[in-house]
């Protein structure tokens, strides 16, 4: 399975990127999966009371499908969160296969990462690739790893192809 976590403090820009990513994949004809963690711990929206699936859950269901002639969504709840990898073996059952997952959160996780860095100290996380940032008007340097403008997404994609998708 091929993946990897953009990670980073709140407002960091880690939807923004991901979603840049996820075009730019895309635009190269992979298939690509997203996985976002809340941290939050408040409820999905999107399971509005009094609709069909509300109900359903109301009654019990542990897991409902909502589907449409052009989507489904699947939801699964738990006493508790899940680890990581039961969620990506989720997505690694997608047919047709994914070519990439991009996840955004679990910042601990041994998953491959792209940091986004703001003002705020650095925290030390495992297999980091690189750190991005808004290096444009002022370079940073980190240690060893590799520092990149969180703009220059030409350079994340092949940061990915070459340490992800060995291409």
Known sequence: MKAVAV????????????????????ADGLRVGTLKHEGGGHDIAGDTPHTDTWQHRQAGADVTLLATPRQAVLRQHY??????????????????????????????????KIVLVG????????????????????????????????????ALVQLIKDLVLHE
Do not use: M
């Open 7 to 26: 990670v980073g403090y709140k407002n960091t820009g880690k939807t923004t990127l991901i979603a840049r990513l996820t075009a730019a994949f895309k």
């Open 79 to 112: 006493e508790s969160e899940p680890p990581l990898e039961q969620f990506l073996q989720q997505l690694n059952g997608v047919e047709p296969a994914l070519d990439l997952i991009l996840v955004e959160g679990w910042k601990h996780s041994d998953l491959p």
């Open 119 to 154: 003002d705020e100290k650095i925290e030390r996380l495992a297999n980091v690739l690189a750190y991005a940032g808004n290096c444009k008007e002022s370079s940073i340097a980190v240690g060893q790893e590799q520092v990149y403008d969180r703009e220059d997404i030409e």
